[in-house]
């Protein structure tokens, strides 16, 4: 199975801002949604937000609103989430899926550590 690929994290300071990107080039989704999901040592992997796959709808788990942006480019067939004033709480390996998620997609995902 060919899995998604994250990629854009990498270490950054409380405050900081990163973006992420998922190709979604090499799987095709029946699902209406794709998100993104996050998973620290000893948690399960959570909701961080979701979008249509036009773009014309977004929704973010309550954690990151207002400080995350979810988008996505289907020329590029890549999904972004733009990560705004990033918190210790907000370290995590993050991943892509569709929404629901599809249990033979799940990537390696792109690490995110925030430092205090």
């Known amino acids: 199975q060919v899995q998604l690929v994250e990629s854009g994290g990498g270490l950054v300071q409380a405050g900081g801002s990163l973006r992420l990107s998922c190709d979604t080039s090499k799987r095709t989704f029946s699902s209406r949604f794709m998100g993104w999901f996050r998973q620290t040592p000893g948690k399960e992997r959570e909701f961080v937000a979701k979008i249509s796959w036009s773009g014309g709808f977004t929704n973010y788990a309550d954690s990151v609103k207002g400080r995350f942006t979810i988008s996505r480019d289907n020329a590029k067939n890549t999904m972004y989430l733009q990560m705004d004033s990033l918190k210790p709480e907000d370290t995590a390996v993050y991943y892509c899926?569709?929404?629901?998620?599809?249990?033979?997609?799940w990537g390696q995902g792109t690490q995110v550590p925030v430092s205090s």
């Open positions: 899926n569709a929404d629901p998620p599809d249990p033979k997609s």
